[in-house]
């Protein structure tokens, strides 16, 4: 090995590997150790005591362990951008536009709203020797008359160092900076480079950061699908792209098949390789950055809006990587090592997939030390008599027309939410796995009653017809099955169960268990807070986060937790053995119920405290029309309190549009164009999953 920042010619590789960080340990095994055949590494992991898979085991892990999940994680696209954040220092080329995004728990039960309360994160000792060549590259390139932002300055860990490289047109660099050898033009280096690094996974396989397009032409990987403006359909662009991505990728990638490796599936923005020595495989991930806009998903792509394209950031939030190739890979290996050190693991292809590889981290953990819950099974959506149209627990959209008390005084109009809605209440509730026992009639409604309330489970209850009930007029139905002038049967979570048998003033309805006249139930017959830990583990790189003005990682994070939380319902998600036991949509429901139930509650408390009522509600957002002075958030920066999303001070013009509305199409216009110019601020609510 090298001194620090010593370049090492290409080939004249040492004989000795790259160190492992520290922060592997974590992902270790011991050799003694035994994982269950149902807790194979998912997602291209490999057992993290040497980069290797016994030969038995490898069989399980074939292409679709690693490319099946994220092929279905495409989803019918809305066209994403065409134009890549492709940057060339060698040619001086102007970066073009990049395309494509849209995207809970503490460990007492005292911590109630999931307050943070993580240790405080010391910055220093991410790592202070990391500048290098790419750091001071960075200095001197920052960006020509603006500063740079502020998580740019931040320094970067050698925490993933040993399990990510980072290519670019200029030579190849560890996360943390150090130099390792110049340019890699052919793909014949690339394998040798990849030998020689001996890589290992950290909760995902091992990764080779392309940066820049520079990199990608020197390797032989150039794609030309065309201009957006020549084009009517922009996802046509982008299929055109991908497809002459895996072209171009399956033309140069020979000399390495010809060396012993293997593609797990077909290559594209991520190129999937494995090698087999005797009885034992090792993997590795190649990520090409300028073609990460040909993929397209929820995490990467919203009508035709560009957005969070995972750890690389939104070029719409401005937390995309730097425009020149050294600072960019300096940045990237940043929040590398940043993912390591506080999630431990590397980020995966999309945010909702580092969230499951999280998962899989604690799972494994509490595997070898059989302490804590481990969930090896699906859940599946039972079998359901008369099942709802839609999800079970729907997320709430409503808007009403406000009358003269509304609009009276009001000069402001206001829009709170839960600060990270889904991930607090992940970390508070409890989860039902196994196999669920169906109830009915009288057994069903016993089954309601213990304890410690009802158990987690799916019940067939009749809603009243809200007009029979003394409900307050200015606030959506308690439930969105619920209808005003008919009852209705549905089925329901614990959550809303709870909820339903709330007094009104804490947003439910009043109801004793006999009133909801429970005739079937599905009960599981373990629970538990499955995801305590996960939580507690977002919760706190969240706090370090914010405490460094990161926004950069903190979006990243929010990215991860949703994303993972809303692709709980889909099992084609997840159809590889090793991956079934993320699918679990009630889980998902409980949290949306949660979270729905909870503002619910805080609306009530604000009418009563400040006399205002909402006049329009989605998903776990509530806009108010206020006074100036008037200040209805929490004071609290716990996660699941309301706190400001948007503030604007009404024109005359607009609140004529409030004052004037006969509708509630009519309203939703005057809201949108009072917002007009916060569509693009941070966003703390959690969308549709």
Same mark, same amino acid.
């Given at each position: ?55 038995? *085991? ?33 040619? *001086?080329?102007? %970066? ?16 109630g709203s999931a307050a943070v309360d993580g240790d405080e994160v010391d910055d220093d000792a991410a790592g202070s020797d990391t500048a290098g060549n790419v750091a001071a590259v960075s200095e001197e390139a920052g960006n020509d008359g603006a500063d740079? +932002? ?13 399990? %990510? ?14 130099? @390792? ?135 719409? %939030? ?73 999800? @079970? ?33 992940a970390g508070m509730l409890e989860f039902g796995y196994g196999q669920p026992t169906l109830l009915t009639g009288d057994t069903a409604g016993a089954a309601a009653v213990g304890e410690k309330g009802a158990p987690f489970g799916l ?9 029979? @009930? ?34 009104? %003033? ?18 599981? +017959? ?164």
């Open positions: 090995m090298s001194g620090p920042w010593e370049q090492i010619p290409l080939f004249a590789l040492p004989e000795t590997t790259l160190t492992t960080s520290p922060s592997s340990t974590d992902d270790v095994i011991p050799d003694d150790d035994v994982i269950p055949d149902d807790d194979v590494l998912p997602d291209g992991d490999v057992l993290p005591d040497g980069d290797v898979l016994p030969d038995d *085991d490898a069989v399980a892990v074939d292409a679709d362990v690693f490319v099946e999940a994220d092929q279905a994680d495409s989803g019918p696209a809305a066209a994403a951008h065409p134009a890549s954040p492709e940057r060339s220092d060698v040619a *001086d080329a102007a %970066a073009d536009d990049a395309p494509t995004t849209p995207t809970p728990e503490t460990d007492s039960e005292a911590a740079p +932002p502020v998580w740019e300055a931040l320094p970067a860990g050698d925490e993933a160092d040993g399990h %990510a490289l980072i290519v670019t047109a200029a030579g190849t660099y560890t996360p943390s900076g150090r130099e @390792l050898t110049g340019p890699v033009d052919s793909v014949e280096k690339l394998d040798k480079l990849i030998r020689w690094a001996a890589l290992t996974p950290l909760g995902a396989p091992a990764q080779i950061w392309v940066v820049g397009q520079g990199a990608c032409e020197l390797l032989g990987w150039i794609i030309d699908p065309g201009s957006e403006d020549d084009v009517d359909d922009m996802e046509a662009l982008r299929n055109r792209a991908a497809q002459e991505l895996t072209a171009v990728l399956h033309a140069t990638l020979t000399p390495m098949l010809n060396a012993g490796w293997e593609l797990r599936g077909d290559p594209g923005h991520v190129v999937h390789l494995s090698r087999s020595i005797g009885n034992f495989t090792s993997m590795v991930d190649v990520v090409i950055e300028p073609y990460v806009w040909t993929y397209w998903n929820k995490d990467f792509g919203w009508h035709n809006r560009v957005g969070d394209m995972g750890i690389l950031g939104s070029p719409t %939030a401005g937390t995309y990587l730097p425009d020149d190739d050294l600072p960019a890979a300096r940045e990237l290996g940043r929040r590398l090592a940043w993912c390591a050190r506080h999630l431990g693991v590397l980020p995966g292809p999309t945010p909702a997939r580092t969230g499951a590889a999280l998962v899989d981290k604690i799972k494994r953990e509490r595997t070898r030390s059989g302490k804590g819950i481990v969930v090896t099974t699906p859940g599946s959506v039972p079998p359901l008599d008369g099942p709802p149209r839609g999800d @079970l627990e729907p997320a709430v959209g409503w808007t009403r027309v406000p009358d003269a008390q509304d609009v009276d005084g009001a000069s402001r109009l206001v829009s709170i939410d839960q600060r990270a809605a889904y991930l607090a209440s019940w067939r209850i009749t809603l009243p017809a809200g007009q029979t @009930l003394s409900l307050p007029g200015k606030l959506p139905l308690p439930h969105p099955h619920m209808l005003a002038d008919q009852p209705v049967q549905t089925w329901v979570s614990t959550v809303s169960l709870d909820g339903l048998c709330s007094p009104v %003033a804490d947003g439910g309805i009043g109801a004793d268990l006999e009133d909801l006249d429970i005739t079937e139930a599905w009960v599981y +017959p373990q629970q538990g807070r499955a995801l305590d830990k996960w939580a507690k583990i977002l919760r706190e790189a969240r706090k370090a986060a914010v405490d460094t003005d990161d926004d950069a990682t903190k979006r990243f994070l929010g990215t991860c937790y949703k994303g993972y939380i809303g692709r709980m319902v889909n099992p084609d998600m997840w159809t590889a053995k090793q991956m079934q036991h993320h699918h679990q949509p009630l889980w998902r429901a409980a949290i949306i119920a949660h979270c729905r139930w909870r503002g619910r509650r805080v609306a009530m408390r604000i009418a009563r405290e400040h006399g205002r009522w909402p006049v329009r509600t989605v998903t776990d957002s509530w806009v108010y029309l206020l006074a100036d002075g008037e200040d209805i958030a929490d004071p609290s920066d716990a996660l699941g309190k309301m706190s400001v999303e948007k503030d604007v001070v009404l024109t005359d013009t607009l609140l004529s549009a409030f004052t004037s509305a006969e509708d509630v199409h009519e309203v939703n216009l005057a809201i949108k164009a009072a917002f007009a110019d916060n569509e693009d601020s941070d966003d703390e609510g959690e969308g549709v999953l």
